[in-house]
């Protein structure tokens, strides 16, 4: 039985980072893959934090394909994008960062606190991420996503079997996650580019 990252046809610690940034259609497959983990949460609570990822994935490979040679890392499509009255994947990367962010906070509480349900772990991150980008409509909604996360053992025996080494792959994948996260963000606060959104 293989685990989920092995399923995964590419791994945030796969993906490229350069001087010139992190790479665009790279990142995006990773993204892409870690939407997918949201399958194994077994909640039709989830779609909502699903379709809004997915809706942003959509934005920034638009983006990417109406002009591939600006857009060779995350950072060149944005600041190319920068000067235009509307800046559709600029936002959408910035909702994807935080929908990620969101993840990886989860994810490394329940990796540091292995007798916390997955509902507290996300939960806890929701309140520490997404919350604050939320207005009164949308908070409950996500409110009840968490509600609806399965117990915790429930959800790494979908991750791989027991042999696994799931652990420590959870621990890379998510770690090579939080530094890419890291260098986004702070590229945004930087430049300016997450004001108005």
Known sequence: MSTYFETVSKSFVDVPVSADGVDTLQFLEAAEGLIKMFDLLGSTAFTIVQNDMNGNVTKIRTRYNAAPAQSQTLEQLVANEQGEKKRTATEG??????????????????????????????????????????????????????????????????????????????????????????????????????KGF
């Open 93 to 194: 990367l910035l909702w994807l960062l935080r929908g990620l962010r969101f993840t990886q906070v989860a994810l490394k509480r329940s990796q540091a606190n292995k007798e916390e349900e997955l509902a507290v772990s996300f939960t806890k991150a929701y309140e520490e991420t997404l919350k604050k980008h939320h207005s009164f409509v949308v908070r409950p909604v996500f409110g009840l996503a968490m509600k609806a996360c399965p117990y915790r053992k429930d959800f790494y025996a979908k991750l791989g079997p027991p042999s696994a080494p799931i652990d420590s792959e959870l621990d890379k994948w998510n770690s090579a996650l939080g530094s890419i996260l890291d260098r986004l963000e702070q590229f945004y606060v930087a430049g300016k580019h997450d």
